[in-house]
């Protein structure tokens, strides 16, 4: 099999079950940010690689679970409605989300700023993957009462889990958060 199909050369793409939308269509919009995200993830994860620190296994695991789950939601999301969907989110993968926010949040200094983004590589990229995922949640919101609210719930839970690895990543990592207000 091919990877280039030429189906759609014409601006047309296929969602489960070989039903033809645009290419600008909202459902497209919304799964399509989705799978930036998890690409940002991937980058994160990639510059965790070769880093060596406390349980690093641990939050590579993390996120490896996160991509996996982050395709099922753009799995119902491609899914037309009134159709099966394949990987359904459930109420578990967000209570995962949770526990693992305050898992990683209990190790973290707390907040007395606003934080800038950034720091190692890793934490960075986990910042922007954050940002992408709030788009993934404006995006799936333009879509209209079709979207389950599971997956409304997982996106915005998720953008907050990323905000919290974030921090993980850098503390465990030595790298010093800015605040709005340090030079």
């Not at 695991?61 to 939601?73: G, K, M, P, R």
């Amino acid at each position: 099999m091919k990877i280039y199909t030429k189906t759609g050369d014409k601006g047309t793409t296929s969602l489960v079950y070989g039903t033809r939308v645009a290419k600008n269509d909202p459902l497209v919009e919304a799964y399509g940010t989705c799978d930036e995200a998890n690409s940002m993830i991937g980058v994160a994860a990639g510059h965790l690689f070769n880093e060596f620190f406390k349980e690093k296994e641990e939050v590579e695991a993390v996120l490896h679970e996160i991509q996996t789950t982050l395709f099922h939601v753009g799995a119902e999301l491609a899914t037309p409605k009134g159709k099966e969907v394949k990987w359904k989110l459930t109420a578990e993968d967000i209570i995962k989300l949770e526990q693992w926010i305050d898992r990683f949040d209990a190790e973290v200094p707390a907040l007395k700023n606003f934080i800038l983004p950034g720091g190692h590589p890793a934490g960075g990229a986990l910042h922007m993957a954050r940002t992408i995922v709030r788009r993934a949640e404006r995006a799936a919101i333009s879509i209209g009462e079709e979207v389950p609210p599971n997956v409304l719930a997982y996106l915005n839970r998720l953008s907050d889990f990323l905000f919290v690895a974030a921090r993980l990543v850098n503390l465990r990592l030595g790298r010093v958060e800015k605040d709005l207000h340090q030079k």
